[in-house]
């Protein structure tokens, strides 16, 4: 939606006439402008503060620099920044077209193929995004304009050079439902975290709500440092995927490469889904007890009984001396295999 300029908005920035009001928040507003030839682009005006800290200046100059690199697929491109000035802004491709937020906060949940389209889509332009060495850092579903050729991804590569200004004003650098634990964390941000918000902004677009709930801040971070992402109203073909890429350790995300290879049908031959390996590990390593059991028992003559007349004589089976069930106790142990492996796939 576009919004007539109130008084206190200018009316051009640079070479660019404002001619509308796109939206505003922690880092600026966004404005409908024109080049000189008369184009429509996006121009986010930010907050003034920027333009004060040499350090931020040159961070910003880099970040957006490698941004301008992204390839146009699925995004909308950078065209222009200019942070010397009084009004530090940039200047991108303008995308008619609302954002994924709106869209499902209106007419719902996507079904299960309009929701397959959707994360194709998103996850080539994330991969077109870390391809140029950049790593987004907000990606969240306000982030994603469905435009009349598709969803383009926006604000990629400006989140690093503002988060020291955001985090000064808000106390919070990123959107809290969005956020990857290594962010709430205060560890170093790569491409996986873009993985897990990425996500989590789905998982919105299947349910209609963030996968570890949007109320505290604090309820928040505690689900996403401890808690299972809740998953319930995921088509179940997705659901594997999503949980994945879910994970808490980053390490163990499937890449944008991989995602997309999945999501296709590609799935790596040699290198199982990153978030199932617990599971696999769990039920292995019972299997492997089972067998070490077997093999003790017989050396040790576990299931034979002395004989009265000398020796020892083999005790009916499936019993063994005592009285206690052999086949029970191997069944025990397969249970308890089980058990873990089904607990591990819920927690992933």
Partial sequence: MIFAPGPTDPDHVGPYKLTGLLGSGG???VYLGQDRTGRQVAVKVLHARLALDPETRRQFTREVSAARKVGAFGTAQVLDVDIEGDQPYIVSEYVPGESLQQLISRDGPRDAGGLRRLMLATAAALQA?????????????????????????????????LEATTTMSSGVAGTPPYMSPEQISGRDVGPASDVFSWAVSMVYAATGRPAFGADSIPAVFNRVLTHPPDLSGVPAELRDLLAA?????????PTVDEVLGLLLGHTPAKRPLRGQKPVALAFTMQVLAVLATLVLAAVSHYGFRDDPDGGERPAPFPWVDGGDPFWLIMLAWLIAGGSAAWYLRRRR
Wanted: charged share 25%; with cysteine.
């Fill in 129 to 161: 995004i870390h391809r140029a060495g950049v790593v987004h850092r907000d990606f969240k579903p306000s982030n994603v304009l469905l435009g009349p050729d598709g969803p383009r991804v926006i604000d990629f590569g400006i989140a690093r050079a």
């Fill in 245 to 253: 890429c879910l994970n808490k350790a980053p390490e163990q995300r």
């Fill in 27 to 29: 880092q600026g507003a």
